[in-house]
């Protein structure tokens, strides 16, 4: 799965620098979450590191985007191969 931001986001900036994907940006209203690169930090770190340090706690798994461990872990896979050959 990947994770999404909810209405609850007070716009604190503090997930998107956490990103190792990039896939964090402000949105019309509030940040949100590109499902197609975020990895839940599969392959950089044990937890989704936007969850840990987001304060109102608005960032949960996303129901839409059901993604196993080695499905997360081969998307991490692609997305290193795509930043070597930038």
Known sequence: MALM?????????????????????MGPVIYEIDPNKCTECVGHYNEPQCQQVCPVDCIPFNPAWRESKEELH??????????TQS
Not at 5 to 25: F, G, L, R, S
Not at 74 to 83: D, I, V
């Open 74 to 83: 081969a998307k991490y896979e692609r997305l290193q191969a795509e930043k």
């Open 5 to 25: 931001i909810t209405d609850e986001c007070i716009n604190c900036d503090v997930c998107e620098p956490e990103c190792p994907n990039d896939a964090i940006y």
